[in-house]
């Protein structure tokens, strides 16, 4: 396909003469459009997300009432929940697939695999992702991955319990863990993801570099389309690590050697040092995408460019790049050389200074704006505070003497969820509902949002921010029952508090998920730019067509032009033609 | 509870502490400006009929300021936080006339094995206890750390340590009580089903206190009845 | 980029637009390359670690491994790059005879290569030096063959999955599938080709001479 045969991409256009003739399957099930792929990826990834609630609440009702019969919880089985009494093993499973699942399956497919499918071709204006067959697999790769995954559950012996994090020699000797095949398959289960990752980050790269629209230039990308590309940077770069990592844990699963055991000359530190080294600028790629919808919704919000485009990209890029350097700070109290741990908090530290220049860009945005609160906004105001405290308690552990004491405490939890929900979900539902009527051509209930924002807000507050005093308190993290600690005992009744409070959070979500699905069916029809939005997704009709355009769209501004004098109203489409004597069509210039 | 870390009972545990206190008046506020604007810029701008925002596309003084002064803030943090951090745990700054200990983890239990009268440890007159930790006050204490099978972490909240102890590796720690009492000893690293209830208790002792708790043990250990008058410690 | 790709190639899409003016499959092939690069150094790295850990686990270069055999199979994959070469500009000249004969030159060399691999997997496995701890009796320790297997099994995997592509991209060539404006198959699967060799390199250089 590599040839001067010019029709092929024209064809991929849409033609509006032509009815789409695909099948079912084709058009909906085996599609290679990226749009349907988006949105199947949506559905596994939504699927997850409320297992992943749901683990957390059984969590939760430990941690509150130890011990305590759940009500019903027996169903669970004998080998879980006997009498709805949490096993210390069920405990450690669920923990570990809470943080799985919604780091591997929720938040990261909802982030990519939905929005870098949806919105990359669009907003560059291209009739399709560069490989959309390899596309297409990189979907049902992660579906066989999330099978492999949930199947777990199911095994004897139970699941993987050595915590996301999966340390070896934990993970490694069945002995050690009491868990099997549970540890085997998650393995297994994440070198496949690790595939559709990768099949994702090519197509998604090579998109971005080779197939914008005449007149996008770099420097004239949505800031969404900016941080997806960043962040396929460094899944492309990331992921191989975390594979080359998963190869050798399963080698000394299953074959009998001994990479990180002792015994056999290996080192569990380098299980550390690998894991870590793909960890951290995991991280990053799950907030990196957010901060690109965040800027999105600001700037439409504000109805004003956004503040200091190219120093947001500039900083996007140097927290990419710092995010390779730091890995060491979850390993401070590892073992490793102390003065190692030096160097990693140097560079750690630094990070925050382009996320820095992220925030006070966001206000910058905000300021002398007229500011328009729909709900997209709400979720968008709400990421940048949450975030915030996320990064602060972040550099309270980057403090290796800090660290001593708040290491694997709840305040390491705390910050977990506040950068992770207060962070990504939050910019996930400010996406999800911002671009739910170009998805689906509805609109979904604005006041049930509203509703939705309030109570997640207060909630998620109430749930996660107790936790640093639980970490500052000295409670651990992955522990089944605090109370056998003397000195943990008088926190029960905060633990309480939390849980409660925890419940009525993942209650709240399931308002959203009602209008979420009602709004799919029932929502009021959308026009092709609800929002005023500039970007070139929002010139196409709701839900966009098969191949996206008409015709090769052309480019003649940034996508932040609102408020501009050039226009009679507060917004200016990228692809509008200038006010005077049409310009030649911008030169093709690289940046 | 309190609102705060466990009381803290070890010399450089002040230090941690007041590293602490230093980033918290620093993220507090910085907390007060960034939400103070948040607030502010959502009440003052917020939608008026006939208002139109002003389209400003930024400004490089400002980016400059919000890029060095982040940067000399953080890299202030972290210079302070490295003197104290290498004096906890870096193994040339450790006290060179501590008493030496030896802390095995396994699952899931602490064993701590103490010099015999020889003050040596790995001689036969060594002993130890299960999940209890001994040791003197105002005292220099240094720990060696094994792991028999998987990662365990040493954690002592009232005494601001916590360091794993990794299979395969011999880690040193070290640590001065500045008060008697009883306090916590746990384990910080998932280790396992018996993770949650790895925990023991440390008992600082006064010298004296301690040199009769070390002769008993001691005479236990080598067989003798317990009730030898004690044996001066060294 | 080579001269013929330049002018002929950017055609998907269709010019050369803001983006790299390389066509989207070699593109693809490169960012792919990029990720195998992190794979690679991931386990290298890991190498790395493990031998400096374990110094006297390693036996000196030449006690259990064969050199000289390898030495030659390195020569013959190298060679493999130069028939690759070969065959990619007989069909920018549009020689077709000439890129048929040349590509199958390369999957026979690359077959070769593997069969060598096996004979001396199969050799040392019989010396006793095998990738599991519990049957190891070579000399040197257990992680010695386990890294070892490791890291060179992963390069074979890739040369294995090469030398399918090749057959592969032969069976298009023979059928007349590739012509000099439509040869981006042929192109990419040269850039894979070469990577596999460098890789080779790189490793034959750790693990066996240093
Ligand atoms: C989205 C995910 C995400 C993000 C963005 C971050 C961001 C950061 N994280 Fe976090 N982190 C995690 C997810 C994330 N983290 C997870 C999942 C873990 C636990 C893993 C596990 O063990 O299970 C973890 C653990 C973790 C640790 C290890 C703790 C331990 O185990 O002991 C550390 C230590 O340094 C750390 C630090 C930081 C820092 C410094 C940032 C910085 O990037 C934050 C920078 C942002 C700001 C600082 C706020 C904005 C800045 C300003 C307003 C400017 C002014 C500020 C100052 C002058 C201070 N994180
Ligand atoms: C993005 C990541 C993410 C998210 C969203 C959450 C959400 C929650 N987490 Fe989790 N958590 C982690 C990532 C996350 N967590 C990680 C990485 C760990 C560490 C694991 C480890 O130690 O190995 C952890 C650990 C962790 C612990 C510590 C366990 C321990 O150390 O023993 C606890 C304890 O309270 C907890 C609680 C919660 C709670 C109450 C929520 C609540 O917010 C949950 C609320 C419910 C939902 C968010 C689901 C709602 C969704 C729907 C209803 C579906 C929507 C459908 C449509 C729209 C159609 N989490
Ligand atoms: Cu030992 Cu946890
Ligand atoms: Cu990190």
Redesign the pocket.
């Known amino acids: 396909m590599s040839t001067v045969a010019l029709p092929e991409y024209v064809h991929h256009y849409h033609d509006p003469a032509h009815a789409d003739d695909r099948s079912f399957v084709r058009k909906y099930i085996f599609s290679t459009d990226h749009k349907i792929i988006g949105i199947q990826f949506l559905f596994m990834s ?1 699927t997850f ?2 297992i ?2 749901l683990l ?2 059984l ?2 009702w430990q ?1 509150g009432w130890p011990g305590r019969p759940l009500p019903g919880g027996a169903v669970l089985g004998e080998t879980r929940m006997p009498g709805g009494i949490m096993l210390p093993e069920f ?1 450690n499973s669920l ?2 697939m ?2 799985t699942i ?2 591997f399956f ?2 990261m497919p909802l982030l990519v695999g939905v929005f870098a499918n949806y919105l990359i071709p669009l907003q560059v204006g291209a009739p399709d992702m560069a490989f959309p067959r390899l596309n297409m697999a990189s979907f049902w790769l992660a579906v066989v991955s999330g099978i492999l995954m949930f199947a777990g559950f199911f095994v004897e012996a139970g699941h993987a319990a050595a ?3 999966s340390y070896a020699p934990l993970s490694v000797v069945p002995e050690y863990s009491g868990v099997y095949n549970g540890q085997v398959l998650w393995t297994v289960s994440l070198i496949i993801l690790g595939f559709s990752s990768l099949a994702g980050a090519v197509n998604y790269i090579t998109t971005i570099i080779n197939m914008r629209a005449p007149g996008m230039t770099l420097l004239r990308l949505p800031l969404p389309t900016w941080a997806l590309f960043i962040t396929s940077i460094l899944i492309l770069l990331a992921i191989p690590v975390l594979t080359g990592a998963l190869i050798l844990l399963l080698f000394d699963q299953v074959l009998g050697t001994g990479f990180f055991i002792p015994e056999m000359g290996g080192e569990p530190l380098l299980w550390q040092h690998m894991f870590w080294y793909f960890g951290h600028p995991e991280v990053y790629i ?1 907030i990196l995408p957010s901060f690109g919808f965040v800027s999105e919704i600001i700037a439409n919000g504000a109805r004003k460019p956004v503040f200091g485009y190219t120093a947001m990209v500039l900083a996007l890029a140097a927290i990419a790049f710092l995010g390779w350097i730091v890995w060491g700070h979850h390993m401070f109290q590892s073992g490793m050389n102390p003065m190692l741990g030096v160097g990693f908090m140097a560079t750690t530290m630094v990070i925050a200074v382009p996320t820095a220049i992220k925030v006070f860009n966001w206000i910058g945005t905000l300021w002398q704006g007229n500011l328009h609160f729909h709900s997209p906004m709400l979720y968008s105001l709400a990421f940048v505070s949450m975030f915030v405290i996320g990064g602060f308690s972040g550099v309270f552990l980057a403090s290796t003497p800090v660290d001593i004491p708040l290491h694997d405490t709840y305040f390491v ?1 705390a910050h ?2 506040y950068v ?2 207060g962070g ?2 939050f910019g996930i539902f400010a996406a ?1 509902t911002y671009w739910f009527p170009k998805m689906f051509g509805r609109t979904m209930n604005e006041r049930i949002n509203k509703i939705h924002f309030a109570l997640t807000f207060v909630f ?1 507050n109430l ?1 996660f921010f107790p ?1 640093h005093e639980l970490g500052v308190n000295g409670m651990l ?3 089944y029952d605090y109370t056998q600690y003397a000195l943990f005992q008088d926190l029960v009744d905060l633990n309480r508090f ?1 849980s409660l409070s ?1 419940f009525a ?2 209650a709240s ?2 308002i ?2 009602a209008n ?2 009602w709004s799919l069916g029932r929502g009021a029809r959308a026009s092709a730019n609800p929002w005023r939005a500039n970007s070139l997704e929002w010139t196409v009709p709701s839900p966009p067509p098969h191949g996206n355009f008409d015709s090769m769209p052309v480019v003649y501004r940034g996508p932040y032009e609102y408020s501009s004098p050039e226009s009679e109203e507060d917004y200016l489409p990228q692809d509008a033609p200038p006010a005077e004597a049409p310009r030649p069509e911008p030169a093709p210039t690289f940046a | 509870m309190d609102w705060g870390f466990p009381e803290n009972v070890s010399t450089f545990g002040a230090d941690i502490d007041a590293a602490y206190g230093a980033i918290f008046y620093a993220t507090a506020l910085m907390f007060v400006i960034v939400q103070g604007l948040l607030v502010y810029c959502i009440i003052r701008f917020r939608r008026r009929e006939g208002r139109k925002a002003v389209p400003i596309h930024g400004n490089t003084r400002l980016e400059i300021l919000w890029t060095v002064v982040p940067f000399f803030g953080v890299m202030f943090i972290a210079y302070t936080s490295a003197s104290v951090w290498l004096d906890i745990k870096s193994p040339d700054r450790m006290p060179e006339d501590a008493m030496e200990l030896s802390v095995t983890a396994q699952q899931f239990e602490w064993s701590v094995t103490y010099p015999g009268a020889d003050g040596q440890l790995a001689t036969a007159d060594d002993y130890s206890t299960r999940n209890e930790l001994h040791i003197p006050v105002d005292r220099a204490v240094r720990l060696t750390l094994h792991a028999q099978d998987v990662i365990h972490s040493f954690y002592l909240p009232e005494l601001r340590v916590k360091q794993d102890a990794v299979p395969g590796m011999e880690i040193p720690v070290w640590l001065q009580a500045t008060a008697t009492g009883e306090y916590t000893l746990g384990c910080a690293e998932l280790c396992g089903l018996g993770h949650y209830r790895m925990r023991g208790t440390v008992n600082v002792y006064s010298q004296q206190e301690f040199d009769t708790w070390a002769a008993e043990e001691a005479a236990i250990a080598s067989g003798a009845p317990a009730s030898l008058p004690p044996v001066a410690a060294r | 980029m080579s001269q013929a790709a330049a002018g002929a190639i950017t055609l998907y899409p269709r010019r050369p637009m803001p983006g790299m003016g390389v066509y989207n499959l070699k593109l693809g092939m490169w960012v792919f390359l990029l990720s195998e690069v992190m794979f690679f150094s991931s386990l290298i790295g890991a190498y790395i670690i493990l031998r400096f850990a374990n110094l006297d686990a390693y036996a000196q270069p030449g006690a259990v491994l064969n050199v000289p055999l390898t030495a030659f199979n390195t020569f013959v994959l190298i060679c493999s790059s130069v028939t690759m070469v070969k065959g990619f500009a007989a069909l920018q000249t549009g020689d077709q005879r000439g890129t048929r004969l040349w590509l199958l030159a390369t999957v026979f060399l690359g077959a070769f290569f593997l069969s060598v691999q096996g004979i001396e997997y199969y050799q040392l496995a019989s010396e006793g030096f095998v990738p599991s701890a519990s049957s190891y009796e070579a000399e040197g320790a257990a992680i010695y063959g386990m890294t070892f297997y490791t890291l060179t099994g992963f390069h074979g995997a890739h040369v294995t999955i090469g030398v399918l592509a090749l057959i592969f991209t032969s069976v298009k060539a023979f059928r007349g599938g590739y012509t000099p404006t439509k040869l981006g198959g042929v192109e990419i699967m040269g850039l894979y080709w070469h990577f596999v060799d460098l890789v080779w390199i790189i490793l034959f250089t750790i693990v066996y001479l240093i």
């Open positions: 939504l997300l409320l992943g609630g957390a609440m969590i939760r941690l405990y923990m570990t809470h943080g919604m780091i929720a938040v915590g996301w994090t799950l939890v977990i969820h992770l929900f990504s979900l999800l998620f749930t936790m993290r992955r522990v939390i925890a959070l993942f979500q399931l959203y998920a979420y699905i």
